[in-house]
């Protein structure tokens, strides 16, 4: 089944050690972003990506960095400068919304919840 | 700056009871997009709907009604006859860059409806 895959669902970090989150798509979408989400605060987007070798930075990148080597992956690695990593993340995919039937809608994966100890 | 407020934090129902999810945005733009997700316990958002803004037409499509009136800025969602299965969060999101390859939303804190037997 076609969908995007995030791993691990589960997640613990000591302080000062980096993590990556891997999100994988097999949707054939061009667009792929990365989203934080806290309690009471809904979902705020950190980075995305447009297409292959390219992204850009959300609201909230700082602590955060990603890379685009294929279209299908977009990891993404939650730095020791990452003061407060402790969320839910959520990858989600977009085709352009231009394309017969498509709604511009965003696909999301299941998440992963990073905890600090 | 764009701006999505859902002042509803939680809401709480009766099986076959009617309830309305209130959305109210704010942005600069003549031309924008919203949209409805919803958020199960299992954590991925599922899309259930975008408006244009240009078309003002409400929409109902089974139990689910979407009410756009760009007079007050809002885009509230009803659910008629609900049942614990719509128990979930549920985020109002607003974007204006629909036509490029990627889609920016900006989200809702989002309201926790819970549906009891």
């Known amino acids: 089944d076609g969908g995007i895959t995030q791993s691990p669902k589960y997640l613990f970090r000591k302080e000062g050690q980096n993590v990556t989150l891997s999100c994988e798509q097999n949707?054939?979408?061009?667009?792929m972003y990365w989203y934080r989400q806290d309690p009471g605060q809904g979902l705020r987007l950190i980075y995305y990506?447009?297409?292959?070798?390219?992204?850009q930075k959300g609201d909230i990148a700082e602590g955060y960095s990603v890379s685009r080597e294929k279209k299908e992956s977009f990891p993404l690695t939650v730095t020791s400068a990452q003061k407060n990593p402790t969320a839910f993340y959520l990858c989600?995919?977009?085709?352009?919304?231009?394309?017969?039937?498509?709604?511009?809608?965003?696909?999301f994966g299941e998440g992963s919840r990073l905890t600090v100890l | 700056a764009q701006k999505v407020t859902q002042a509803q934090t939680e809401i709480s129902v009766v099986e076959k009871e009617d309830v309305t999810l209130d959305c109210v945005y704010e942005?600069?733009?003549?031309?924008?997009?919203l949209f409805w997700y919803k958020q199960p316990p299992s954590g991925e958002l599922v899309f259930l709907i975008r408006?244009?803004?240009?078309?003002?037409q409400n929409e109902i499509s089974g139990r689910y009604s979407w009410n756009f009136q760009k007079s007050t800025s809002s885009f509230n969602f009803t659910i008629t006859a609900s049942q614990v299965v719509d128990s979930a969060v549920y985020f109002c999101?607003?974007?204006?860059?629909?036509?490029?390859?990627?889609?920016?939303?900006?989200f809702g804190e989002g309201t926790q409806l819970t549906v009891n037997p």
């Open positions: 989600a995919s977009s085709t352009p919304s231009g394309l017969a039937g498509s709604t511009g809608e965003l696909f």
């Open positions: 949707l054939n979408h061009d667009a």
């Open positions: 990506s447009q297409i292959v070798n390219d992204f």
């Open positions: 942005t600069r733009d003549t031309t924008y997009y």
């Open positions: 408006r244009n803004s240009f078309d003002e």
């Open positions: 999101a607003l974007s204006d860059h629909l036509l490029t390859s990627g889609s920016r939303l900006t």
